[in-house]
Nanobody
């Protein structure tokens, strides 16, 4: 079982950047495919990006392509989400998630980190 902790959220102006981190512990990090999700007020949780266990395959939600970059460092048990050109509609709580089978739903979730983008 893996424990996940997000960090790096905060308040930023539109057009600015933030880098979120997800720290993993309790299990072999490289066993897991990882993902970022977000939940805005009054909305359902939505997929942001994912990365395979090796880092070789990444996927993005359409609205994040070209602005967000997901990466991971298996030696440090860390995953990142670099967010550039932020927009007010990116305001949400961002969650990292892990799964040990790419054909299954994400099994493990962090507690979330708030990102607020002001206009």
């Amino acid at each position: 079982q893996v424990q996940l902790v997000e960090s790096g959220g905060g308040l930023v102006q539109a057009g600015g950047s933030l880098r979120l981190s997800c720290s993993a512990s309790g299990s072999t990090f490289s066993m897991y495919d990882m993902g970022w999700f977000r939940q805005a007020p009054g909305k359902e949780r939505a997929f942001v990006a994912s990365i395979s266990w090796s880092g070789g395959t990444t996927r993005y939600a359409e609205s994040m392509k070209g602005r967000f970059t997901i990466s991971r460092d298996n030696a440090k048990n860390l995953m990142y989400l670099q967010m550039n050109s932020l927009k007010p509609e990116d305001t949400a709580v961002y969650y990292c998630a892990a799964r040990n089978d790419p054909l299954r739903s994400y099994q493990y979730w962090g507690q979330g980190t708030q990102v607020t983008v002001s206009s």
